[in-house]
């Protein structure tokens, strides 16, 4: 451990998946194969979705900073991690560590409220079919992704300030996948009592109201799909919304158990294992979810592949 004038931690040691022995490859070759179908995924969606015509509505913008924010959750996390793998733990400098840190935590808060407009657009869509154009406007669309990303930016910022002001001592021993908060604080030499309640009076607005919200404008999404007539009709709208509302499911339920739960009810693999499910799985649903769901995005897939291989052959 390389520390300053005996005191303060220049360096991290991430232990990881450190238990793994025999299974180090497979499961290296495992996550890897995972993180470029991931990467692959969400590009794939943000490039159909700036260039095909029919995927040029709000749902799909919003869509498109969905797949973005899943693509800095798993570069910032996964290739140290899957360092980690090969060398039974990866080193990371402190200021290496605040930005990973600062970097999720942005990627997490952001894609946190690009659901809420993501619920509140489908919100408008089925419930006020007839205002829906004139109120989800361009300007609005642009207004909503800003916001989403600036608050992101800001929150997160002013907990990483906080975080990086804090002595670590030693040890330098991360028993996590990467820095997150919890177990960075265990590492500090001061007492963390006051970060430890700004961070909850930060992340449970975000997390927890915003869950709320999303509830509340499906059950009124619910009540109106109940009142069309026809079974064709009702199918039609709920196949609208029930990708996101597998995504949110996914997402939230994941974040509320690992972070809302006290971490004391919890050992240390199934918070890693826990992780890695947003982290790892839930980035890696999103396109597959929506590829499968949607109609559009399938067509201009194919439509895209086509026009790949005709220019190839008439090159």
Known sequence: ???????????????????????????FFLFLGIYMMTLTGNLLIIVLVSTSHK??????FFLSHLSTTDILITTNIVPKMLHG??????????????TQFYIFGVSAAAECLLLIVMSYDRYLAICQPLRYTSIMEIRLQYHLVFWSWVLGFTITLFIATQLGMLQ?????????????????L??????????????VVVSVPITFFSFIFIIVTYVSIFLTILRI??????????????????????FYGTLITIYQVPSRGHTVNLNKVLSLLYLVVTPFCNPIIYSLRSQEIRAAFWKLVSKKTRETKQS
């Open 1 to 27: 451990m390389r520390v300053e004038n005996q005191t303060r931690v220049t360096e991290f040691l991430l232990l990881g998946f450190k238990d793994l022995h025999s299974l180090r490859i497979p499961v």
């Open 55 to 60: 995927l040029h509505s709000p749902m799909y």
């Open 85 to 98: 793998i090969l060398g039974e733990g990866a080193t990371i400098s402190f200021i290496g560590c605040m």
């Open 168 to 184: 670590f001592c030693g040890p330098n021993v991360i028993d996590h996948v990467f820095c997150d908060f919890d177990p960075l």
């Open 186 to 199: 265990e590492l500090s030499c001061l007492d963390p009592s006051f970060l430890k309640l700004e961070h």
């Open 229 to 250: 007539p026809s079974t064709s009709g009702r199918q039609k709208a709920f196949s609208t919304c029930s990708s996101h509302l597998t995504v949110v499911s996914l």
